[in-house]
C-alpha cells in the first residue's frame, strides 16, 4: 500500500494568516492527489483533485501543487470557517490511502 | 447537485453482518462515469477506503477487507449497499458513502460525500 504522510499533524494559526500544508507519498503517484477538508461532526469535503484542480464552488483561496511524491496544499487569508482538519489521499493505485490528517486550529 | 443518504443499523452484534444502504438523488447510478463508494472512520481517526462499485456491477476492494466485505448496486432503486460479514469491536466506525468522479484522465477522487452513518459494535 502506498503511504501518506502529511506534516504537520496539527498546526496554530491566526485569521487572515497563509498556511501551507505538506503531504508525501511513500511512491510516485503522478499527480492522482486529492485534499479534503473535513469538520467535527461533518462529512469530508472536497477541495482540490489531481494535485492542483479546484473542485467546483471551492473558493479560490485553496490551492494545491506537486506531483510525483510531494504534494501541499495551502490556504490564503484564513477565516474562521477554515478551521478544521486536512486530508490528502492517493488515487494512483489500490488501495487508496489517506493521509493521517492536519489539524488547523486558531 | 448529487445527494448521498446512508441507512441501516446502527448497532450491531459481533460475529454478525453489518448492512448498509446508499441512497442517491439528484443523480443516475445508471448513468455511469462514476464510481459508487464505501469509506469509513474510526472514532478520532482517519479515512479508510472500503471499495466502490461501478453501474455495472465491477467492484473494487481495499485488500485489507475483502474477504468480508460484499458491495452491491440495485439501479433500479438507485442505491447501492455495503455487506460486512463477521464484525468485530475493530469495524466500530463512521461509514460514508461517496461517488468517485472521473478527474478526467481516467481517474475517479471522491468528489461527493454523504452524511454518514455511525455503526457501533457491541453485544
Known amino acids: 500500500d502506498i503511504q501518506m504522510t502529511q506534516s504537520p499533524s496539527s498546526l496554530s494559526a491566526s485569521v487572515g494568516d497563509r498556511v501551507t500544508i505538506t503531504c508525501r507519498a511513500s511512491?510516485?503517484?503522478?499527480?492522482?492527489l486529492a485534499w479534503f477538508q473535513q469538520k467535527p461532526g461533518k462529512a469530508p469535503k472536497s477541495l482540490i483533485y489531481?494535485?492542483?484542480s479546484l473542485q467546483s464552488g471551492v473558493p479560490s483561496k485553496f490551492s494545491g501543487s506537486g506531483s510525483g511524491t510531494d504534494f501541499t496544499l495551502t490556504i490564503s487569508s484564513l477565516q474562521p470557517e477554515d478551521f478544521a482538519t486536512y486530508y490528502c489521499q492517493q488515487y494512483n493505485s489500490f488501495p487508496y490511502t489517506f493521509g493521517q490528517g492536519t489539524k488547523l486550529e486558531i | 447537485q448529487v445527494q448521498l443518504q446512508e441507512s441501516g443499523p446502527g448497532l450491531v452484534k459481533p460475529s454478525q453482518t453489518l448492512s448498509l444502504t446508499c441512497t442517491v438523488s439528484r443523480a443516475s447510478i445508471s448513468s455511469g462515469n462514476y464510481y459508487w463508494s464505501w469509506i469509513r472512520q474510526h472514532p478520532g481517526k482517519g479515512l479508510e477506503w472500503i471499495g466502490y462499485i461501478y453501474y455495472s456491477g465491477s467492484t473494487y476492494y481495499n485488500p485489507s477487507l475483502k474477504s468480508r466485505v460484499l458491495i452491491s448496486v440495485d439501479t433500479s432503486k438507485n442505491q447501492f449497499s455495503l455487506k460486512m460479514i463477521s464484525v468485530t469491536a475493530a469495524d466500530t466506525a463512521v461509514y460514508y458513502c461517496a461517488r468517485a468522479d472521473d478527474d478526467t484522465s481516467g481517474s475517479f477522487y471522491f468528489a461527493s460525500w454523504g452524511q454518514g452513518t455511525l455503526v457501533t459494535v457491541s453485544s
Open positions: 511512491q510516485g503517484i503522478n499527480n492522482y
Open positions: 489531481a494535485a492542483s
